[in-house]
């Protein structure tokens, strides 16, 4: 949804050590090795992530400790903002991570994890659960599935889980 604190000191997604992103996209198949950003991240693996068709962004730009301490309308702003991010880019999947945030996001109060029923200008939306340690019931690996199932999706799972 938003860079964590120390994402936007080092200037990476999913950069606090012991986030489950970067093992969950490993052990879903989507990369082939585990990406360390806990200190931003390398030439190496900007490259790995172009190479599999994965692409990062926030929501929101603002850096807060806790996703919970954006407001709805810092949200909704994002959603609206991320149709020009789609219309530039044309990725094959949107996914995003955290049901809560993509309620208030996308105004759909009722959506569950997982494919949705709509579409962001035509491109298929998902979401998926936060890695965020603060979401203690997912582990590595139903993470690692779900990004797995939605990477499967749109053809970016290259390597086996």
């Not at 919970?68 to 880019?89: F, I, P």
């Not at 939306?125 to 779900?146: C, I, M, R, Y």
């Given at each position: ?22 093992p ?26 172009l ?13 807060t ?15 609206r ?81």
């Amino acid at each position: 949804m938003n860079p964590g604190l120390w994402t936007a000191v080092v200037n990476a997604p999913f950069a606090r050590p012991g986030n489950r992103f970067w093992p969950a996209l490993e052990a879903g198949g989507v990369l082939p090795r585990r990406v360390d950003a806990s200190r931003g991240l390398r030439t190496a693996d900007r490259e790995l992530l172009l190479s599999r068709g994965v692409g990062i962004t926030n929501l929101v730009n603002r850096a807060t400790a806790r996703a919970d301490e954006l407001s709805r309308e810092e949200l909704r702003q994002g959603a609206r903002d991320l149709q020009q991010v789609v219309r530039y880019t044309h990725p094959r999947l949107i996914a995003v991570a955290g049901i809560v945030a993509y309620r208030e996001a996308f105004e759909d109060p009722h959506a569950v994890q997982g494919p949705q029923p709509r579409e962001l200008c035509g491109v298929p939306l998902w979401v998926l659960p936060n890695p965020s340690g603060l979401n203690a019931h997912e582990t590595v690996a139903s993470l690692g599935l779900a990004l797995g199932r939605a990477a499967a999706t749109a053809g970016l799972v290259l390597s086996a889980p």
